[in-house]
């Protein structure tokens, strides 16, 4: 077994009663934890319409948080690609790759980051097409790369400013459909576990098989990405799998308010379908005691063939979401 690195991907949680402002501080600290504990990247999600996260700019974002750090990278998990403009993706991570130099992911994702409307009004022309997509990276990397190819816009046009190296690319998945692509173009892979957990270690095998060098980057490069929560408190994890079962179900349905307390969580009567549902969701995260969270980190990257797992903790007490971190690098991160 490689020696494992792991990552954060923050989406930027709204914690109940709590504030977005308090959302964003939190992240503010937590990124400072992670890069004291020895947290490979830090990456922030890209939601909208969605109350529970404050978390809409990425662009926005990472310029506050790489501010507070010194060497973690940071970067998008991800942009939405088809909700922007390749030009301004590229003046903007161009930008922030200037500023911070070597130390930022522009993580790429085709999903619309919320409902089909918000995307549309963010968007006006998006198809949601795979054919407007794949021309959307094509230009997206000649804009960075300052590529003049003739009789194209990129004869014309051109992405500013330019840093010495280009921010690292990674096309994100939870279906698979963006492996060909990261193939394709020569861009890392991350798989969302999170979101699907069918599937995933195939999706990185055909990536490897079918990976394009390309002037960035020589040799296919995977991490994977999971909902963890680790406590020594065992009831401390029972009633965070509880309420967890239920906010995925509250997200799925469709519901962008306010969770319901924990009591009335607890005390909820789930019909046979959202058990069923329940028990599929039960693969997107992994809860325990330190012991069995190293078993499973651990099986996830045997099964993945990769050395970098990338966590995602939400919890209702900020206290313990930062010790689940602590917890998780005393088991892989401590010399």
């Not at 890209?46 to 974002?61: D, I, Q, S």
């Not at 973690?72 to 003046?91: D, W, Y």
């Not at 957990?197 to 002037?215: L, Q």
């Not at 020589?218 to 965070?240: H, L, R, T, Y």
Request: aromatic share 10%.
């Amino acid at each position: 077994m490689k020696n494992i690195k792991l990552s954060v991907l923050d989406q930027s949680q709204v914690r109940r009663n709590g504030t977005t402002r308090q959302a964003l501080e939190e992240s503010g600290e937590l990124i400072q934890l992670a890069e004291k504990l020895g947290y490979t990247r830090y990456w922030v999600s890209e939601h909208h319409n969605f109350k529970m996260v404050a978390g809409t700019a990425p662009e926005v974002l990472i310029p506050y948080l790489a501010s507070k750090t010194k060497t973690i990278k940071v970067g998008s998990g991800g942009i939405m690609l088809p909700n922007h403009s390749s030009l301004k993706v590229a003046e903007n991570f161009g930008l922030l790759e200037t500023l911070f130099p070597t130390r930022i992911d522009l993580g790429i994702g085709r999903a619309p980051g919320g409902d089909r409307l918000s995307s549309h009004l963010l968007n006006p022309s998006n198809t949601f097409s795979e054919k407007e997509f794949f021309q959307q990276l094509i230009d997206l990397q000649a804009f960075l790369r300052h590529e003049e190819t003739p009789d194209t816009v990129h004869e014309k046009v051109k992405s500013y400013p330019s840093p010495e190296e280009l921010p690292a690319l990674w096309l994100l998945t939870s279906s698979g459909g963006s492996a060909q692509f990261a193939a394709h173009f020569g861009m890392a892979l991350s798989f969302a576990q999170f979101i699907n957990p069918e599937g995933g270690p195939e999706t990185a095998d055909f990536y490897r098989h079918n990976f394009k060098p390309s002037p960035e980057l020589k040799e296919p490069k995977v991490n994977v990405g999971i909902f963890a929560f680790c406590s020594e408190d065992e009831q401390k994890v029972k009633d965070w799998i509880t309420e967890f079962d239920y906010r995925m179900l509250h997200i799925e349905s469709g519901a962008s308010g306010d969770l319901p307390s924990f009591e009335e969580i607890k005390n909820f009567n789930y019909s046979l379908q959202q058990k069923a549902r329940i028990t599929y969701n039960r693969g997107r995260f992994i809860a325990g005691t330190p012991e069995r969270l190293k078993v499973e980190i651990e099986k996830i990257a045997e099964k993945y063939e990769t050395d970098e797992v990338m966590i995602a903790t939400i919890a209702e007490d900020f206290e313990d979401r930062k010790k689940s971190y602590e917890l998780l690098a005393d088991l892989f991160l401590k010399p």
